[in-house]
């Protein structure tokens, strides 16, 4: 049991065995409600007792009683929150989900776990329909990309495609316009943008490579004060909701 946890923590673990791990009741919750699969569930005998996970629809998943020691050494974040879960990954083919998606928002390596789970649990906010990792970003079910998507996970359709320019050419061939966010683009307030269409975003770094930018339509930004000379940026997760709130607010 301690194995198949820690070992979740690295993507082709995870990969082989399509598993991930949940932690704390609220994840387990958004999961169940969502309706995704768990495996099993390791927890402290309070956090079984307790009324919000007797409450979940659990009847077949086997659990195993642990304290709260044992828990946060398995945890792959600084505590387990007294509940830990397997729960079943659930990747679609990027073709298929380009081909019913209206909004499809893509990932271009983008790398920190935090941002990529804020990202998804955004896009689900504003009722985007897909979500599609390229090269270098992060594991859409890794352990604390899980957790910072806040149950996002369950509510958009995630998809894995390493080719970014096969990619836009998939969206392309659905119909839709391709968009990138990018400091140079139009800013958000005179964007007009349509549907179906491609939301492009790039790293934290570095944004979107001079190909990505030639492969577009229309580039986007979100500018601020011109009084901010020690700010760099936007955070990528915060630029993007802005982003998206106009794209999925705004579109005909």
Same mark, same amino acid.
């Given at each position: ?8 923590? /690295?993507?082709? +673990? ?5 598993? /991930?791990?949940?932690?704390? @009741?609220? %994840?387990?919750? &958004?999961?169940?409600? *969502?309706?995704?699969? !768990?495996?099993?569930?390791? *927890?402290?005998?309070?956090?079984? +007792? ?15 009683? &642990? ?11 600084? /505590?387990?929150?007294?509940?830990? %879960? ?6 679609? +083919? ?20 935090? +941002?990529?789970?804020?990202? !998804?649990?955004? #896009? ?10 390229? %090269? ?32 836009? %050419? ?9 968009? =990138? ?20 975003? =790039? ?6 490579? &001079?190909?990505?930018?030639? #492969? ?7 500018? =601020? /004060? ?10 990528? #997760?915060?630029?993007?909701? @802005? ?10």
């Amino acid at each position: 049991m301690s194995t198949t946890l820690t070992s979740l923590q /690295s993507r082709p +673990n995870r990969q082989r065995a399509q598993l /991930s791990v949940l932690v704390g @009741i609220r %994840a387990v919750e &958004a999961a169940v409600q *969502g309706g995704a699969r !768990i495996g099993h569930v390791i *927890g402290t005998e309070t956090a079984f +007792n307790a009324p919000r996970f007797r409450q979940l629809d659990l009847p077949d998943v086997p659990r195993y009683i &642990a304290d709260t020691d044992t828990l946060d050494k398995l945890a792959p974040v600084a /505590s387990a929150q007294g509940l830990l %879960a397997t729960v079943r990954i659930s990747l679609h +083919n990027a073709a298929s989900v380009l081909e019913r998606a209206t909004t499809a928002l893509l990932l271009d390596g983008v790398q920190d776990p935090g +941002n990529v789970g804020t990202l !998804i649990r955004t #896009a689900a906010w504003f009722g985007v329909d897909a979500v599609v990792a390229g %090269a270098q970003t992060a594991g859409l079910f890794h352990p604390s990309v899980l957790r910072a998507g806040m149950g996002g996970h369950w509510d958009v359709a995630l998809a894995r495609h390493d080719d970014l320019s096969e990619t836009v %050419a998939l969206a392309r061939r659905a119909g839709m316009t391709c968009y =990138g966010a990018d400091m140079g683009g139009t800013p958000v307030q005179y964007w007009h943008p349509v549907q179906p269409s491609l939301l492009i975003v =790039g790293s934290e770094a570095h944004g979107l490579s &001079a190909a990505r930018l030639d #492969a577009i339509d229309e580039p986007v930004s979100v500018s =601020g /004060s011109a009084d901010h000379p020690a700010t760099e940026s936007l955070n990528v #997760a915060v630029a993007s909701g @802005i982003v998206m709130h106009r794209w999925t607010v705004a579109a005909p």
